[in-house]
């Protein structure tokens, strides 16, 4: 079984002029993968082309093996989806909307009506199951958002913005679930977030999205290896230092009494050497890693 989840290459995507995706190139693989961007990126214009729920103007999508152009009815059983937006009918209790997706997904109404409580089980509400939607908080009905993409045992979950609208307890508590829902049940998830903390928390991978293009797609374990240069501590002004690099051809960022430096060789012993000659204390030397906030500021440039 292929490892690729999604594979988009050249896609496009217009609303008259407006150009939101513009030859968008990615490989979304097994796991959680986050999908970054600030507003505007595209992040739920591709998510509605992955469903098939919008034709694309030119390039190839390929998400569970098939084309969601031309087979959006069938790729849509093995998918689960939670929008963004709260518009859920106040009126109708949770149990039965859930019941509701999972027979629009191809259950009989037996089995839906079973998978849906297991699934209002699964994210805490079953209690609350037969309540009208309506009167529940935002957290709870972001949680059946949850309940009715799950229901159906999906292959891949798209979560657009899952923690929208949420207090810092129901945050936690939902990035909580959607860990254990990729963990515990297998279900890969494309989540799609503004949030950088959210994605770092609970994500594998990441897809950054920037002017309809990708700007960066990797592993978040490949990231945080990865070395930019030194991070140096001194129990002085680190100016003296800084300027003396600098003379040396290296970058050297100020930031407070620590320095960042990159772009020379040998830089550590460079480093060394310059803070015995200036005779200034050093507290700390260390290779300093890139962030997904340095990855994602670079992107969206």
């Keep these: 079984m292929s490892d690729i989840v999604i594979s988009a290459r050249g896609v496009q995507k217009s609303y008259g002029s407006n150009h939101v995706l513009q030859g968008l190139n990615c490989e979304v693989g097994k796991g959680i993968t986050g999908l970054l961007g600030p507003n505007g990126a595209g992040k739920s214009t591709f998510m509605g082309l992955i469903l098939g729920l919008r034709p694309r103007q030119g390039g190839e999508l390929n998400v569970l093996g098939v084309d969601p152009d031309r087979s959006g009815p069938e790729l849509r059983t093995r998918l689960g989806y939670a929008p963004e937006h709260h518009d859920l009918p106040g009126d109708v209790q949770a149990a039965d909307l859930v019941r509701h997706i999972a027979q629009l997904h191809g259950l009989p109404r037996r089995v839906a009506t079973e998978r849906a409580s297991n699934a209002l089980w699964q994210v805490g509400l079953g209690e609350e199951r037969f309540r009208p939607i309506g009167t529940m908080s935002t957290g709870q009905r972001q949680r059946v958002k949850m309940a009715q993409a799950l229901a159906h045992d999906p292959d891949l979950l798209l979560l657009d913005e899952p923690t929208d609208g949420l207090d810092p307890v129901q945050r936690d508590d939902m990035l909580t679930l ?38 960066h797609s990797g592993t978040l374990q490949d990231l945080g290896s990865a070395a930019s240069g030194f991070k140096v501590e001194l129990d002085s002004d680190p100016e003296p230092l800084a300027a003396a690099l600098v003379a040396r051809g290296a970058a050297a960022a100020v930031d407070g009494h620590s320095l960042i430096v990159s772009g020379v060789d040998s830089a550590s012993d460079l480093i060394r050497d310059l803070v015995a000659d200036l005779g200034l204390g050093l507290r700390r030397l260390q290779p300093r890693r890139t962030t997904l906030e340095d990855v994602f500021i670079e992107a969206s440039q």
Excluded: K, M, P
């Design 178 to 215: 959607i860990r254990r829902v990729g963990s515990e049940f297998g279900i890969d998830i494309l989540l799609s977030s503004h949030l950088l903390e959210e994605v770092e928390r609970v994500c594998d991978s990441v897809v950054i999205l920037a002017n309809g293009i990708v700007g």
